[in-house]
Nanobody, 127 residues
Framework: QLQLVESGGGLVQPGGSLRLSCAAS????????IGWFRQAPGKEREGVSC????????NYADSVKGRFTISRDNAKNTVYLQMNSLKPEDTAVYYC????????????????????WGQGTQVTVSS
């Protein structure tokens, strides 16, 4: 069974940092494009960032550019999202997702492109 498990969420003050992890079980991530998404209460799911299977291509939503960094360690079967300079508006449940085909950069932050989803991890930015 293909599973993704997110971890690393929590409560952080504005300006703080968190690193989210997305670990795969039941399959190896090295053939998969990975996306990070988030959903705040009452809002639609939003694409945050994505990374190609070898890590050569990345893309970010304008709202997180310069603050978030996506990376992957295929040897550990894990993808990361480093989040710095966090703002209250970053508060959401964060999900990772995987798809086993290449994506155009313009489409890699679209949730309908992905097949496998994790259950999410809560990130709360508050003083």
């Amino acid at each position: 069974q293909l599973q993704l498990v997110e971890s690393g969420g929590g409560l952080v003050q504005p300006g703080g940092s968190l690193r989210l992890s997305c670990a795969a079980s039941g399959f190896t991530l090295d053939s998969y494009y990975i996306g990070w998404f988030r959903q705040a209460p009452g809002k639609e799911r939003e694409g945050v960032s994505c990374i190609s299977s070898r890590g050569r291509n990345t893309n970010y939503a304008d709202s997180v550019k310069g603050r978030f960094t996506i990376s992957r360690d295929n040897a550990k079967n894990t993808v990361y999202l480093q989040m710095n300079s966090l703002k209250p508006e970053d508060t959401a449940v964060y999900y990772c997702a995987a798809v086993r085909r290449p994506l155009l950069s313009s489409r890699c932050v679209r949730s309908d492109e992905y097949d496998v989803w994790g259950q999410g991890t809560q990130v709360t930015v508050s003083s």
